[in-house]
């Protein structure tokens, strides 16, 4: 298999943890370049994952206008998404970028105008589709098992997790708090299931209340209230147009025991399903009321341990297979486009007091 030659703009947490190494562990990538602001984050990428001709920038329009470089991972804070993709595009390069797929909706438009107008591959960053939980509840809803879906939560809950590195702190740079951060994974997971992309309105409410104490007993540390400007929890009401309602929560920082994350619920006519205790799909046979939990584990087998695929893994495969082999992508930005719509629609829903209706 050729190797696909790629440029990485964002050298900090999300590519360390999760694109380098599943790129470096796919084999079939060469990183020909690699951007960020702080040149040491950059130089330490090249030398943990490129090679002695990977070259080096601080400015990633540079980098776009190299004639060898194939696809451009964007790998920043969520403000500059957009206009790293658009330039990305616009000189010829498939895009792969992190989630959200940008701070707004107008900006997320610009990208997907792009994507069209160019024919270059646009993708999202949102892996947790390619779970195994995921996939197998995605046939499930395929195939009809759940039937007609028209209720359902998307979770994105933790009960004292905020991060308290780079700029998830700063509504500037990422237009919000835990409803941008994590909400928009459980929400993606949630409309992809139902496959239903045409919202009618939204109510939402977001709360700024613990964002000021100290010694809250964050898994990362205290934070600084002083540059806490993002919400610490945000809450979602939506309504599609054929009827169907999405309750949307988030947060990193909740009195609550009940924390799920990246998770979906989702209530049909034949049957439910969850992600609450493993993968569960309810529903009545034979007159009585049963649960069927399948094992989605590859144990079982001597000498094997049964690992499974990571889903970072199969997120490069997909779009490496995309770029090269033509083949279809998974998570598409017609679908990531109403992600971002929604979330700033519950933001702009909060700040009103008002619902947000769609046309």
Request: charged share 30%.
């Amino acid at each position: 298999m050729r190797k696909l030659k790629i440029g990485i703009v964002g050298c900090g947490g999300i590519a360390n943890g999760k694109h380098l190494p599943a790129i470096k562990k796919n084999g079939n990538f060469e990183i020909v370049a690699v951007c960020d602001l702080i040149v040491e984050r950059a130089e330490k990428a090249k030398k943990e994952y490129g090679t002695e001709k990977t070259r080096v920038y601080t400015d990633y329009m540079e980098l776009v206008r190299q004639d060898d470089i194939e696809a451009v991972y964007c790998l920043t804070p969520n403000r500059e998404h957009s206009p790293i993709a658009v330039a990305a595009m616009e000189a010829g390069k498939h895009v792969m970028c992190e989630k959200p797929m940008a701070k707004t909706y107008a900006d997320a438009k610009k990208m997907l105008d792009t994507a069209k107008r160019t024919g270059k591959i646009l993708t999202i960053g949102y892996q947790n589709r390619y779970r195994a939980d995921s996939a197998y509840l995605k046939r499930a809803c395929e195939s009809g098992d759940l039937g007609d879906i028209y209720y359902a939560k998307a979770h994105a809950i933790r009960r004292r997790a905020v991060p308290t590195w780079g700029v998830f702190l700063n509504e500037e740079e990422q237009g919000g708090g835990p409803l941008i951060d994590i909400g928009t994974h459980a929400l993606d997971l949630t409309l992809w299931m139902m496959d239903n992309y045409e919202p009618e309105s939204v109510m939402g409410s977001v709360f700024y209340k613990l964002g000021d104490q100290r010694e809250a007993g964050n898994a990362w540390g205290d934070w600084d209230p002083e540059k806490f400007t993002v919400e610490d929890s945000a809450f979602g009401f939506i309504k599609m147009k054929n009827g169907a309602t999405i309750v949307l929560e988030s947060s990193w920082a909740l009195n609550s025991l009940d924390v799920d994350e990246a998770k979906t619920s989702l209530c049909g006519t034949k049957a439910g399903a969850d992600m609450k205790d493993g993968l569960r799909i309810n529903r009545v046979q034979y007159n009585h009321q049963c649960v069927e939990k399948p094992a989605l584990g590859a144990g079982g087998v001597a000498f094997y341990d049964g690992k499974e695929e990571k889903d970072s893994d199969i997120e490069q495969r997909v779009f490496y297979n995309a770029v090269v082999n033509g083949e279809e992508l998974i998570v598409k930005p017609e679908q990531a486009i109403v992600v971002t719509q929604l979330l700033e629609a519950i933001y702009e829903s909060a700040r009103t007091g008002k619902a947000v209706y769609f046309g």
